[in-house]
């Protein structure tokens, strides 16, 4: 049973360039969840989708970030002309449907460094 | 501010001592998730605490959560060199959350042989 999968899980992106980091949850899951990870800070929530509805995206930053979860395909992450402040590791987190125990499994990661 | 605060945030101990992590809040959690994350990886769920004073073991890991769902500690006995790494509290507060997980700032673990 494979686990949540993220690609790519380095990526290097100059500064003004978009970023497009992917997500593919666990099999049977249809929450995904993604979160940002600073240098020296800790997991902080971004955005709550389920297949084809952004449910909660309190903690996206309001200009540049955006994510889907379509009906066919992984949930993307895009980051459109990053700065040197969005260089952080980002995770996708899945979870079953139904449960009340809000269990999230993570992905590996992506590291993007903007240079 | 922080909403979930863990302590210590840094801890190096010899194999075979024990060692407890806490994770405390004002807030209450519906429940508490406990991770472990190793460098380049993302975290590993360990545990799920729901019932308050509900308390779980894993294998030498033993969990317990807070009567009022505010707070949460971490156990290990006889520490190993494996057992080194960061461990993350992660909660789901109350009311109308959507599920989205709250985390401490992470205690690092060394375990010296």
């Known amino acids: 049973n494979a686990g949540v999968m993220q690609n790519p899980r380095h990526l290097v992106r100059r500064r003004g360039q978009e970023a497009r980091l992917r997500c593919s949850p666990m099999?049977?899951?249809?929450?995904v969840y993604w979160y940002r990870q600073l240098p020296e800070e800790g997991l902080k929530f971004m955005v709550y989708?389920?297949?084809?509805?952004?449910?909660?995206e309190s903690g996206m930053p309001k200009e540049r970030f955006s994510a889907e979860f379509p009906k066919e395909g992984p949930s993307i992450l895009r980051i459109q002309q990053v700065v040197r402040g969005d260089s952080a590791a980002y995770f996708c987190?899945?979870?079953?449907?139904?449960?009340?125990?809000?269990?999230?499994?993570f992905g590996p990661g992506t590291r993007l460094t903007v240079t | 501010t922080q909403l979930l605060e863990q302590s210590p945030q840094f801890l190096s101990i010899q194999e075979g001592e024990n060692l407890t992590v806490y994770c405390n809040s004002s807030?209450?959690?519906?429940?508490l998730q406990w991770y472990r994350q190793e460098p380049g990886e993302g975290p590993v769920l360990l545990v799920t605490v729901v019932t308050g004073g509900e308390v779980k073991k894993l294998k030498r890991l033993t969990f317990q959560f807070g009567d009022a769902r505010k707070d949460s500690s971490l156990h290990i006995t006889a520490a190993q060199t494996g057992d080194t790494g960061l461990y993350l509290c992660a909660g789901v507060n109350e009311p109308g959350n959507t599920g989205k997980l709250i985390f401490g700032q992470g205690t690092t673990l060394q375990v010296k042989p």
């Open positions: 987190a899945s979870s079953p449907i139904g449960t009340g125990r809000h269990e999230q499994y």
């Open positions: 807030s209450v959690f519906s429940s």
């Open positions: 989708l389920q297949k084809e509805n952004i449910i909660d």
């Open positions: 099999k049977g899951h249809s929450h």
